[in-house]
């Protein structure tokens, strides 16, 4: 069964202070790997989409990278408006559907 | 920029009663979406809907849901008879393709939070 587990479960960091959230999945045929941002009481919002073992993508103060087994999030010179809670999300071949990990949670401290 | 708008945003509801959650997907969308959300739990796939039709549903989604597409804007799920447990944020989503790399994207509403009293 698709399964996805992220660490840490919360990260507290210092403004500036750069950090990286792993996801690590288990799919039969990856057919994309989502990073999504989601604020408190809000819908996940999108940040970026990864289908193959070494692609990476960026925005802002954010780079998404994959391998075979995990994918990381790095934030680099954080700032306080980019605390949320950040969930990664696979979807495998001949489904529907998304499987989403249980996020983590990142405050940045000014 | 267009967004999957969701209705109500707060719904209470006693035991046993049935309620209808509404959406409305982007309107290029062609893949729609229920998903729910328990306070402090992970994202939960309840089903997937294409073509008039589910695709896709989870264990969670049973006899007691249902998902319909009544006219070409609107996306609903229904719950007949609710339970304690079924309390939690409901997320609506649509996507415009599925496994075309470079342009899948899941885009979400903001939810209804789903009170059982």
């Known amino acids: 069964e698709d399964q996805v587990t992220q660490s840490p479960e919360a990260l507290r960091l210092q403004e500036g202070e750069s950090s990286s959230l792993n996801c690590s999945y288990t799919?039969?045929?990856?057919?994309?790997l989502f990073w999504y941002r989601q604020d408190p009481g809000k819908g996940p919002e999108f940040l970026f989409t990864?289908?193959?073992a070494g692609e990476e993508k960026e925005k802002e103060r954010l780079k998404a990278t994959l391998t075979k087994k995990e994918s990381f999030l790095h934030i680099t010179a954080p700032k306080p408006e980019d605390s949320a809670t950040y969930l990664c999300?696979?979807?495998?071949?001949?489904?529907?559907?998304?499987?989403f990990g249980t996020g983590t949670r990142l405050k940045v401290l000014a | 920029e267009p967004e999957v708008t969701q209705t109500p945003s707060h719904q209470v509801t006693q035991m046993g009663q049935e309620v209808i959650l509404r959406c409305v997907p982007i309107?290029?969308?062609?893949?729609f979406y229920w998903y729910r959300q328990i306070l402090g739990q992970k994202v939960e796939f309840l089903v997937s809907?294409?073509?008039?039709?589910?695709?896709?549903k989870s264990e969670i989604f049973d006899d007691q849901f249902s998902v319909e597409r009544p006219d070409g804007s609107n996306f609903t799920l229904k719950i007949r008879s609710t339970k304690l447990e079924d309390s939690a944020m409901y997320f609506c989503?649509?996507?415009?393709?599925?496994?075309?790399?470079?342009?899948?994207?899941?885009?979400f509403g903001s939810g209804t939070q789903l009170s059982v009293l």
């Open positions: 809907f294409y073509n008039n039709e589910i695709s896709e």
């Open positions: 799919v039969s045929g990856l057919r994309g």
């Open positions: 989503a649509s996507s415009e393709v599925l496994l075309r790399q470079g342009r899948e994207k899941l885009f």
């Open positions: 999300a696979v979807h495998g071949s001949g489904t529907y559907k998304y499987i």
């Open positions: 309107s290029n969308h062609l893949y």
């Open positions: 990864l289908y193959s």
